[in-house]
């Protein structure tokens, strides 16, 4: 079942657009973002810690990069705690990801290619286990129960056809390289100790994210019906994130397709009135995509990609 949260909004005044189909008051607002971008001060602890995020777009004239879109939060004096409290937090303990991964699930989908948001929760706590994107792990680690049961149910779904064996690794940088970005409610952890850097301040950070993804559109101005994604959201702290961050962003939900169930976790996939096995989540997302103009994702891990 695909959900929305909330009741469409009016349709607004006609638009006015240039010769090129570019929203001119859009257009503007986007070159004005990327004229400020930098003009704000931050802290020594924030210019150094989002050194790790590219400054990249998908090379479309009218796109931003993450860094633009974000840069206002950025400059709060929240995030400039969080990433004191980052910074001291490494001088004294071991933290996953590694900081050059902190941002990976963003510099591997740029906001302009993002067509599909999986949230997840807390970075993963054990050894070489995290490098930046959810229930992802670095391919010489072992699988863990969470993706072994998301495995499992692509290759139950009958409407994945090319899913045809449980893969051996787990690393999904392959589904981010196609715009599926995969970001962890929080994005940092100390070894050994989960949830340890909640409520530091990255969960304002990521609801952040998906606002940008939201209005990723107003901004670039882009005239056609792409103008929604897709959420895939596995238990009730990512809907409820999502669902928050998306009425704050006075979000039209009509726009998105929202596909909800239970955790992958072996505690939650089979619980709830829509638990995550049996799902067929994925097939289900690809289906949305469609409606929504995109390409569907290749769920495979493995190989060249067109």
Known sequence: MITSFFKPKRDRASVDYNDNGINKKNNTENKKQKSSHCKINKSKETSTLITH???STNHSPNSISWKISLDKHFSSPSFG??????ESERKKYT??????ETFAALNL????NTKLVIVGQDPYHGPQQAHGLCFSVRKDVKIPPSLRNI??????????TNFTSVPNHGNLERWSSQGVLMI???LTVRKGEAHSHKKRGWEEFTDAIIRAVDQRKQIEGDNNKKNGVVFLL???PATLKTQTAL????????RHKIICTSHPSPLGATKTDSPFLGSRCFSRANEALRELGYDEIDWMVDGKLP
């Open 151 to 160: 495995y499992k149910e692509l290759f139950n779904d009958s409407k994945i």
């Open 95 to 100: 933290i996953f990801p590694p900081v050059e």
């Open 109 to 112: 989908c740029s906001l302009s």
């Open 81 to 86: 705690r969080l990433a004191s409290f980052v």
């Open 184 to 186: 962890n409610n929080v």
């Open 234 to 236: 596995w238990g009730k």
């Open 53 to 55: 995020l590219d400054d």
């Open 247 to 254: 009425t704050r962003a006075l979000s039209s939900s009509s």
